[in-house]
């Protein structure tokens, strides 16, 4: 990428986040990322700053949001990465389970969105990308609510594209299928062990400059990514 960006990352600490923040640090650009705990990570303290927030603690992300974003007007690109998965039938979800899980995975991102618009819309040119899902095309099994999440994330990322194409930000989801991370450690499957079972999270940042690279009058508006061959392994139950 040959100009050097600013690059706010939600959901840098691990995963698939990680991954796009150690390429782009690579690349030379600078990150602010945001997640809960940055322990086991080790960015360049000179071209990363990490912002411990819980994106799950709605009522109180407007203050920290706003505050981020004038501390930081020279942010020019949003990846809208964090998030977790849970799945199974709606009987299993408790109402606060349900609200949970749609602030952290939809509503955290739209209060990033809306906190950092004006100053992205002010930009020459800008980037938001969301890290949707497979789950964000079709409904599937188990699914009802992380679906409902990643597609309501898939008709902001639309609807925000429309509407803010004119001041020169452009809008990008990313739809992975099952991608190799800690997201499984707390779910009863994973995807097979062949490497054709997952995508690594290496691919998904490699969409994601390959986004940022794209000359400024071409959006590429939705990246779908898969495993060439999907398997779901189930885990053992635990006692
Ligand atoms: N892995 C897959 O198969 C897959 C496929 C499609 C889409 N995705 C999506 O990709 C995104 C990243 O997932 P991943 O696979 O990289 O999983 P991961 O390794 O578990 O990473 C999740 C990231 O989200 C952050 N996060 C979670 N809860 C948070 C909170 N309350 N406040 C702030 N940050 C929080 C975590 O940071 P802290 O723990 O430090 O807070 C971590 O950096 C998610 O949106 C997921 O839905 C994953």
Known sequence: MSEHRTVLISGASSGIGRAITELLLAEGHRVIGI?????????????F?????????????????DALAKQHPEIDALINCAGRGQFGSLEEFSYKQIYKLMDLNFTSHAFVCKAFMPQL???AHSNIIFIGSEAALAGAQKGSIYCASKFALRGFAQALREESSKQGVAVSIIN????????????????????????QAND?????KMILTARPGTVIDEVNLSPLKKVVQFKPKRD
Do not use: W
């Open 35 to 47: 997640g809960r705990d940055f322990s086991q990570c080790a960015y360049d303290p000179h071209r």
């Open 49 to 65: 700053s990490a912002i411990e927030m819980d994106l799950g603690d709605i009522k109180a992300l407007p203050a920290q949001l």
């Open 121 to 123: 819309k002010q930009k």
């Open 176 to 199: 992975p299928g099952m991608v190799d991370t800690p997201f499984f450690d707390e779910l009863n499957f994973r995807p097979g062990d062949d490497s054709s079972n997952a995508i």
């Open 204 to 208: 998904v940042a490699e969409a994601v």
